[in-house]
Nanobody, 124 residues
Framework: EEQLVESGGGLVQAGGSLRLSCALV????????IGWFRQAPGKEREGVSC???????LYADSVKGRFTISRDDAKKTVYLQMNNLEPEDTATYYC??????????????????WGKGIQVTVSS
């Protein structure tokens, strides 16, 4: 059964903004960190941001200051607000759940569940 449902991708011009959402089905925030990853054509998947089980927000250097991860406990949803988007941000974005994920490294390597992915395209 699908445990993570992404929404909010699309096409935007450089400098624009998008907000991605990742809704949890049966998982809970007290046991799972939620991370955002992306994969561009011909490139390896990379970590973008992570909301740890301890409530810390973590970011890749490439998105610091532009992207913000947040969480709505009542809606069981994690958001990735992406501002000042660049063509290099074009990728398929995935959210993932990491059991007891507390550090950036754990978020990067410990995903237990993945969403199906959502396309983000930034035109120049």
């Amino acid at each position: 059964e699908e445990q993570l449902v992404e929404s909010g991708g699309g096409l935007v011009q450089a400098g624009g903004s998008l907000r991605l959402s990742c809704a949890l089905v049966d998982l809970t925030f007290d046991t799972y960190a939620i991370g955002w990853f992306r994969q561009a054509p011909g490139k390896e998947r990379e970590g973008v941001s992570c909301f740890s089980v301890e409530g810390r927000t973590l970011y890749a250097d490439s998105v610091k200051g532009r992207f913000t991860i947040s969480r709505d406990d009542a809606k069981k949803t994690v958001y990735l607000q992406m501002n000042n988007l660049e063509p290099e941000d074009t990728a398929t974005y995935y959210c993932a759940a990491i059991y007891l994920g507390a550090t950036w490294y754990e978020c990067l390597v410990g995903a237990d569940y993945w969403g199906k992915g959502i396309q983000v395209t930034v035109s120049s």
